[in-house]
């Protein structure tokens, strides 16, 4: 099993910055790519950026640019670096873990609120 604690979320103006962290512990070993999902009220969950072991990065077309996604394998944390962010970035940010066995893993979440 691998566990998975989200923090860094907040209120922020638009434009303004914030960093989200995930510390992961466990079976941490196995953990092969992780990543950052969001979901907005009355939204479906989205895949906002992922990277693998080995430092390969994807982003959604909507963050491409601003967020930039990284790992620090010798502490099992994952970061999210947020910049110039925008009122449609508001939702609760989730940690995604996958294993090299295919489980997912997931954090609580953590809400973000771009104000104007």
């Known amino acids: 099993q691998v566990q998975l604690v989200e923090s860094g979320g907040g209120l922020v103006q638009v434009g303004g910055s914030l960093r989200l962290s995930c510390a992961a512990s466990?079976?941490?070993?196995?953990?092969?790519?992780m990543g950052w999902y969001r979901q907005a009220p009355g939204k479906q969950r989205e895949l906002v950026a992922q990277?693998?072991?080995?430092?390969?990065?994807y982003y959604a077309a909507s963050v491409k640019g601003r967020f930039t996604i990284s790992r620090d394998n010798a502490k099992n944390t994952l970061y999210l670096q947020m910049n110039r962010l925008a009122s449609e970035d508001t939702a609760v940010y989730y940690c995604n873990a996958n294993s090299d066995s295919g489980s997912d893993y997931w954090g609580q979440g953590t809400q973000v609120t771009v104000s104007s």
């Open positions: 990277i693998s072991k080995g430092g390969s990065t």
């Open positions: 466990g079976r941490v070993f196995s953990i092969n790519t």
